[in-house]
């Protein structure tokens, strides 16, 4: 961590002296740090759920960025009939899931081949050394199939 912190500075030190504005310098640097993860959801039948699915171990402390789920065919916007997505995260230790972001069909369609993006909670965006990362479906009503899918999360060390 400190050497990450240590790196940070230095390249803002060094990019800031060719005249960009500190702004600009911070966010280009932070954007070198950015990791990209993407995951492939196997489709699921109309009342199929998938339990807490891990992910990944992450093997440092990380902040996660943003989070998109992706279709290939159409989840129709239905009230009674849905589908939750949760990515949750847990301390790899045996503790307690903690929801990070969801995205649904309740009141939007999750548009075929349109990533949906998946709020990630402030106070639950940071995942330690050791942490698990994993994906829950759920469904409601009579359910709804789901098509192959693509989970993308961009995180940062921290």
């Known amino acids: 961590m400190a050497l990450n912190t240590e790196i940070f500075k230095w390249l803002t030190g060094i990019f800031g002296e060719y005249n960009s504005s500190s702004v600009n310098v911070e966010t280009d640097v932070r954007r070198a740090y950015r990791k990209l993860l993407a995951i492939r959801i196997p489709a699921t039948t109309i009342l199929e759920t998938v339990a807490q699915h891990p992910i990944v171990r992450f093997p440092a402390n990380v902040t996660l960025r943003s989070a998109h789920f992706a279709v ?32 649904d069909n309740n ?41 192959n899918a693509v989970l993308t999360v961009e995180y940062e060390e921290r």
């Not at 989840?75 to 230790?93: F, M, P, Q, R, Y």
């Not at 369609?109 to 990362?133: E, H, Q």
């Open 107 to 147: 009141g939007t369609a999750i548009t075929d081949s349109v990533p949906r993006s998946i709020s990630i909670s402030t106070s639950a965006d940071t995942v330690d050394s050791g942490g698990i990362l994993s994906l829950t479906i759920n469904k409601g009503g009579a359910g709804q199939t789901t098509s």
């Open 72 to 103: 290939t065919t159409t989840i129709a916007s239905n009230g009674t009939d849905t589908v939750t997505v949760l990515l949750e995260k847990a301390d790899g230790a045996g503790g307690a899931h903690t929801t990070v972001g969801s995205v």
